[in-house]
């Protein structure tokens, strides 16, 4: 998200910050560059002009339908009003004051409500310059979600909407519900998980996750385990998944297993061929 410099100024510096990295509100103040507020709202028809009392059209329409006033299509009183109110919150006064005040796209910051739900990636912090290659902000759209790889018996066991929880660290938490399930993907993560389908889940409102998170997701409800391995111990070719089992006597062993579920680094899976306090091999 690029900005132009204010009127009067000759550097756009980012003075202030309001917004948080997260789920964005209609109308909400991302912050100021050089001293003057940047509001972001989604609306049918983006402005693409400075407008002041009397002005119509359809851009004025799908700015008064984001600003929750009548939708006559003209700058009358009510969206003056309502453009004044969102300027006191922030303590800053309007383009022109408060009797010729003019609506500006340099500080009304309008995207199609098209791209879907915003959401705040990153944010400049004051006291830095923005220019085209140092955005003053980054912003995602769409609806906010989780993506994770499910051996094929672990999607097997997965239904679309099903619901999910997540957690982060720090303490973060938040649910979801299952989207989509991808076809079988054979190259194994960057992170090492291994070939199966990729599972997106979209996240509810209300939780505190932000992008770029490392998460754990838990299918269905939370239950002890029988048996548990690392994740990464888990291998899967065209037979189902497996282990390696270690053996001191024996060559190591193709061992095959059921997955359960899996979070934290540890799937918990059912196999008939091993018992709690075997050693397996990890993937490297």
Do not use: C
């Not at 006191?88 to 910051?109: K, L, N, V």
């Not at 769409?142 to 303490?171: C, H, L």
């Amino acid at each position: 998200m690029s900005v132009n410099p204010p009127a009067g100024a000759e550097r756009i510096v980012v003075t202030s910050v309001s917004a948080n990295p997260g789920q964005l509100t209609n109308g909400q103040l991302l912050g100021t560059v050089s001293n003057r507020p940047v509001f972001l709202f989604s609306v049918d028809i983006p402005l693409f002009r400075n407008l002041v009392a009397g002005d119509t059209g359809s851009d004025v329409a799908s700015l008064q339908k984001a600003l929750g006033v009548p939708q006559t299509g003209k700058v009358d009183s009510a969206t003056l009003s309502a453009v004044r109110f969102a300027y006191s919150a922030a303590s800053i006064e309007p383009p022109g004051g408060r009797y010729s005040t003019t609506i500006t796209t340099a500080e009304f910051y309008t995207v199609p409500t098209s791209l879907g739900a915003l959401s705040l990636i990153s944010i400049a912090p004051a006291g830095s310059s923005v220019d085209s290659d140092h955005p003053f902000a980054v912003l995602g759209t769409g609806s906010p979600y989780v993506s994770v790889r499910a051996s094929v018996s672990e999607a097997e066991q997965i239904k679309q909407n099903d619901k999910v929880s997540i957690t982060g660290s720090g303490g973060k938490k938040g649910t979801g519900t299952v989207a989509k399930i991808s076809e079988f993907q054979s190259s194994p993560t960057s992170g090492g998980r291994p070939p199966g389908r990729d599972i997106q889940i979209n996240l509810d409102a209300g939780g505190n996750l932000k992008a770029g998170d490392a998460v754990a997701v838990l299918f269905g409800t939370e239950s002890k385990p029988d048996m548990a391995v690392p994740t990464i111990a888990i291998r899967s070719d065209s037979g189902g998944d497996y282990v390696i089992k270690r053996s001191q006597s024996t060559t190591p062993a193709r061992t095959p297993v059921v997955v359960q579920r899996n979070a934290d680094g540890w799937t918990a899976i059912k196999a008939e061929g091993l018992a709690v306090g075997d050693q397996v091999l990890v993937s490297q």
